[in-house]
């Protein structure tokens, strides 16, 4: 049974969708939005009511050419409202590539990227703002959960 009060006013919140890869050095996949100060991990919002480790998949996709099935989480990260709304960041263990992988960025009118690399895990505070190299600090430190859909372990 749906309550129309539930869907009445839902909240707004954004669902950022991230992905932490590793290469065998241990370095660390971030892309550089050409809309941001600094790099970031590949991801993006997920489109409403898609599940969040396919939007993660997808713009990791679309940011870097890497098609990776993504089965747990690396850290969740809630942001308050600032100049964008609050967020709430899902981390997705992306696993590690091979140091010789191939990325591929779409050209920056259509990706918004500059490009795309991987940085050694001692450089990351130099190459991000102070959240985002917080957060993928903490993400590195900590274990994992499994990602659930309706209760069920993705496949």
Do not use: W
């Not at 942001?79 to 709430?88: K, Q, S, V």
């Amino acid at each position: 049974m749906r309550d129309p009060r539930l869907l009445a006013k839902p909240p707004v919140c954004r669902l950022g969708c991230l992905v932490l890869v590793r290469n065998r050095r241990g370095d660390v996949l971030l892309v550089d939005p050409d809309y941001m100060d600094g790099m970031i991990l590949p991801g993006g919002a997920a489109r409403p009511n898609e599940p969040p480790h396919l939007a993660a998949a997808r713009h990791l996709r679309a940011d870097t050419g890497l098609h990776l099935r993504l089965t747990a989480y690396a850290a969740v990260d809630f942001t308050p409202a600032d100049r964008y709304l609050e967020r709430l960041n899902l981390v997705f263990h992306g696993g590690t590539v091979r140091d010789d992988v191939c990325l591929t960025v779409s050209p920056r009118r259509k990706s918004g990227l500059l490009g795309a690399r991987f940085v050694p895990e001692n450089d990351i505070p130099s190459h991000m703002a102070p959240a985002q190299a917080a957060r993928v600090l903490e993400a590195l430190a900590g274990g994992s959960l499994p990602v659930l859909l309706h209760g069920q372990r993705t496949t």
